[in-house]
């Protein structure tokens, strides 16, 4: 009977361990799936643009986009709820709320992580 118990302990640990990983909030994949790399790249995780257009007005790498807005401006931003210099994005998010966080927040966390890695001398 104590095995069991064991047994089930680990197993509910696991189970908690892994909801705690999907907290670490991976938004590439909901980036990918909803094609919006496309337009955008983001170097900082390697993702790189289809398009290779070089006007400086284009759609702006993302790697760093949490130096310019928080997430909550971001989900507003991609429901098109929020303007830069007076415009809105090109598109409306297509996905629940949930997935709109998460990429939003994922975006936003990008920037320390480039941070570290450009580290200036
Ligand atoms: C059809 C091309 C296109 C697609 C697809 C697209 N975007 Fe954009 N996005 C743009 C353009 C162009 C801008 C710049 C708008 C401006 O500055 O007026 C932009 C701006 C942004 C910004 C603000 C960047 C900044 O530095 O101010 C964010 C964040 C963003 N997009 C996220 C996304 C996300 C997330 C998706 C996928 C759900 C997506 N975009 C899909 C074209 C696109």
Do not use: Y
Not at 97 to 113: F, I
């Amino acid at each position: 009977m104590k095995t069991v118990l064991w047994m089930f302990i680990i197993f509910i640990s696991f189970v908690i361990d892994g909801l705690a990983q999907d907290k670490k909030l991976d938004g590439k994949p909901i980036f990918i799936a909803k094609k919006c790399g496309t337009c955008h790249s983001i170097a900082a995780v390697g993702i790189i643009k289809k398009t290779t257009s070089t006007a400086k007005s284009g759609p702006p790498d993302l790697s760093m986009v949490g130096t310019r807005h928080d997430s909550t401006f971001i989900v507003k931003w991609l429901q098109k709820a929020e303007t830069i210099n007076g415009k809105k994005h090109l598109l409306k998010f297509a996905g629940s709320n949930e997935e709109l966080g998460v990429l939003a927040q994922w975006l936003v966390s990008l920037k320390s992580d480039s941070l570290k890695s450009q580290r200036k001398p």
